[in-house]
């Protein structure tokens, strides 16, 4: 019953843009802190933006300024927005959800992560 669908990725070139969308179904997103995490071949998925239930943000030092991440708690879905996109953000972009933290807390820890995506191919190339 509880699952996470994203969506919009595909192939863009570098410094153009992208906006992923992660829709949330059988239950009520905003109720939950919610993180986007990305995982290139060959590498460990990392974090790369989360969002606490009362709202606060928090971004990877490689996408500050180039990405944004919202919530529309009237669509029950959070939005990745990513501009100037560069060849290193080629990766699987997945997004995850857990109430298991405070009001406040941002975590792109993925172990506090309890419901995850399928995700969504961000390919960046030439």
């Known amino acids: 019953q509880l699952q996470l669908v994203e969506s919009g990725g595909g192939a863009v070139q570098p410094g153009g843009s992208l906006r992923l969308s992660c829709a949330a179904s059988?239950?009520?997103?905003?109720?939950?802190?919610i993180g986007w995490f990305r995982q290139a071949p060959g590498k460990e998925r990392e974090g790369v933006s989360c969002?606490?239930?009362?709202?606060?943000?928090n971004y990877a030092d490689s996408v500050k300024g180039r990405f944004t991440l919202t919530r529309d708690n009237d669509k029950n879905t959070v939005y990745l927005q990513m501009n100037s996109v560069k060849p290193e953000d080629t990766a699987v972009y997945s997004c995850?959800?857990?109430?298991?933290?405070?009001?406040?807390?941002?975590?792109?820890?993925?172990?506090?992560?309890?419901?995850w995506g399928q995700g969504t191919q961000v390919t960046v190339s030439s």
């Open positions: 059988g239950f009520t997103l905003e109720s939950y802190a």
């Open positions: 995850a959800a857990t109430m298991r933290v405070g009001y406040h807390v941002a975590t792109m820890d993925l172990n506090e992560y309890d419901y």
């Open positions: 969002i606490s239930i009362s709202g606060s943000t």
